[in-house]
């Protein structure tokens, strides 16, 4: 069955950089589209960035120029680099696979996604 393990989180200072790990198993992870997403207390969850298989990517205007999403085919992990973070970027942390949206409006949708991580926490001060 789809394994998505979650590594990375922290607390970090404004303007600093933490970089996120998933590990995914139970898929073919090279074939897959991926995503990141986050959700604070009281909030719908996020979408953050999503990476398909050939590398295309997409983010959230939030995070465009700071956050940049990657996978690592070879090791079946998917990372998030995040530079230049900020207080509001505090969240819990989720990867997401199993896509099953179509169109561009979909990549960052929680509904478009069927598999999920138990996520990683990353405070920013």
């Known amino acids: 069955h789809v394994q998505l393990v979650e590594s990375g989180g922290g607390s970090v200072q404004a303007e600093g950089s933490l970089r996120l790990s998933c590990t995914a198993s139970g898929f073919t992870f090279s074939d897959s589209a991926m995503a990141w997403f986050r959700q604070t207390p009281g909030k719908e969850r996020e979408g953050v960035a999503n990476?398909?298989?050939?590398?295309?990517?997409t983010y959230a205007s939030s995070v465009q120029g700071r956050f940049t999403v990657s996978k690592d085919n070879g090791k079946n992990t998917l990372h998030l680099q995040m530079n230049s973070l900020k207080p509001e970027d505090t969240a819990m942390y989720y990867c997401a696979a199993g896509y099953r949206g179509i169109g561009f409006m979909s990549r960052l949708k929680e509904s478009a996604y069927k598999n999920w991580g138990q996520g990683t926490q990353v405070t920013v001060s």
């Open positions: 990476i398909r298989a050939g590398g295309s990517t």
